[in-house]
C-alpha cells in the first residue's frame, strides 16, 4: 500500500501534524488527549520545542514515534507536515505561523494568536498573500453553555443587546500560576489583559457580533510581585516554604516535573517561579469599558486572586436581561449544570439548564478538535474562529494596555494591527 493511501482512513484523509511547542498545553490537549481520541485523523510526524529534553519527555507522554526538532525551519524543511500547531511561548506565534504558511501548511494556533498589533498584521497579511488559513483555538465558544447563549441572542430572546457586564475570577491556584510562569512579563504574554483577556474578548466578539471600537481600560498590581511579604527563586528552593500560601511543590505532580523539573537544566526555565518576585510587571487585577460598532458597551473586569474559579455575564437588551454565574472551582458544592436566567421585561422569568459535558473546558476542548480535525462538522453557530477573530480579540487586550499605560481611552483604529484595505 503507497503512504498516500496508507494516510486515507473512512471518512476523510488523516492530518500530517507537527506539534510546535511541548509545555502543559501543547503535550496535554494538542498531544496526548489529541492522540487518544483523533488518532484516526492526525498522525504526528514531528515533535518541536526549543528545549530538546522537554520535547523528548513530551514525545514520551504522548506516545508517538515521531522525530523531535528544536528548529521549526529545519522541521518544515524535513517533514513537510500538513498542519502545524502552535503552543509555544505568546511572544513567538508569530515568527512559527509565519514560516508555517509560507511552508504551506494549515496553521492551529493556541490563543492568544499573538502579543503585538504588529505582529496580528504580519499574520494576517501572510494568511491572506499565502492563502493558507490560520485557526485559533478558543475552546470557550464551544462549551455548551456558551453555545446555549448564542442561540438565545441570535434568537432576540431579550431585544437588541443594549450593555454586557462580564466579570471573571480566577482563583488562588489558576491564577497564581500566572505569576509563577513566563505569562508574568509583558513582553512574553502581553500581560494578562492579552493572554487570559483574549478569551473573553473573544466571546463578547462572538455573542455580540460587532467589531470592538474603543476600550477604556485600569490595571493595578495589588497581590502578587512586589507586594509580597518575603520572596525567593523559586519554591523549589525557597526557605519561606511553610509560611507562604502559594508554596507549589511540583514534585507532587508527575505531568508538571516530568515537563519541566529536568528540562529546567537545559534552558534555566523554573515553572514554580516565586510569585512574588519583584520583576513582575503585568496587573493582577483589571478592569475595562469596551463600546462596540453597533454601541453596545462593556463593563469587564478580571481579578487573579479569589476563592472561586469562574464567571458572571449578564446581557442587558431593550426587551429583558439573560444572566449566568458558572462555577469552575470553588469551596462549596454546585450542581452539575449550569443554570442561565432568561428574565423578560414584563413577563416570566425562565431557568435553563445546561448539563456540564465530560472534557476540558465543560466539553468545549472535544468539540473544537471535532471542527478542526473532522471535515464536515457542522458550524451553524459560527464557532470556529479564523485569524481575524484571533487578532480582533488580541486587538482588545493591546487596546486595554495602551489605554491603562496611557490613562486614556483607546481606539482599535489606533493600533495599526489590520492590514491596509486593498
Known sequence: MTKALENVVEGGERHRVALVGTGHRGAGMWGR???????DRAEFVAICDVNELRAGHARNAIGTNAPVYTDVDAM????????????????????????????????????????????????????I??????????????????????????????????????????????????FRRWHAYEKNSGSLFVHKSTHHFDLLNWYLESTPREVSAF????????????????????GHTRECDFYLDMSKDEWLAM????????????????????DIDIPDTMTAMLRYENEVIVSYSLNTFMPIEGYHLAFNGTGGRIEIRQYERQPFDVPDHD????????GSVERILVPHAAGGHFG?????????????????????????????????????????????????????????PA
Open 33 to 39: 488527549e489529541l492522540l487518544a481520541g483523533w488518532r
Open 76 to 127: 518544515l524543511a524535513a517533514v513537510r507536515p500538513d498542519i502545524v500547531i502552535v503552543c509555544s511561548r505568546d511572544d513567538t506565534h508569530d515568527e512559527i505561523i509565519l514560516k508555517a504558511l509560507e511552508a504551506g501548511c494549515r496553521v492551529i494556533t493556541e490563543k492568544p494568536m499573538t502579543t503585538t498589533p504588529e505582529k496580528c498584521r504580519r499574520i494576517l497579511e501572510a494568511e
Open 129 to 178: 498573500r499565502t492563502g493558507n488559513p490560520v485557526d485559533v483555538t478558543f475552546n470557550y465558544r464551544f462549551a455548551p453553555t456558551a453555545a446555549r447563549l448564542k442561540q438565545l441572542l441570535r434568537e432576540k430572546a431579550i431585544g437588541t443587546i443594549t450593555s454586557v457586564d462580564f466579570h471573571w475570577y480566577l482563583d488562588t491556584q489558576h491564577g497564581a500560576d500566572y
Open 219 to 238: 490595571g493595578t498590581q495589588r497581590n502578587y510581585g512586589r507586594n509580597g511579604p518575603f520572596r525567593g527563586e523559586r519554591c523549589g528552593t525557597c
Open 259 to 278: 515537563l519541566y523539573e529536568e528540562p529546567s537544566k537545559e534552558d534555566g526555565y523554573f515553572r514554580d517561579g516565586c510569585v512574588y518576585r519583584e
Open 339 to 346: 443554570e442561565i436566567l432568561l428574565m423578560r421585561n414584563f
Open 364 to 420: 468545549g476542548d472535544d468539540r473544537l478538535r471535532d471542527m478542526l480535525l473532522r471535515e464536515g462538522t457542522p458550524d451553524p453557530l459560527g464557532q470556529r474562529a479564523g485569524a481575524r477573530a484571533g487578532a480582533m480579540s488580541m486587538l482588545c487586550g493591546a487596546a486595554a494596555v495602551a489605554s491603562m499605560k496611557a490613562g486614556r481611552p483607546i481606539r482599535l483604529s489606533e493600533l495599526g494591527g489590520l492590514p491596509e
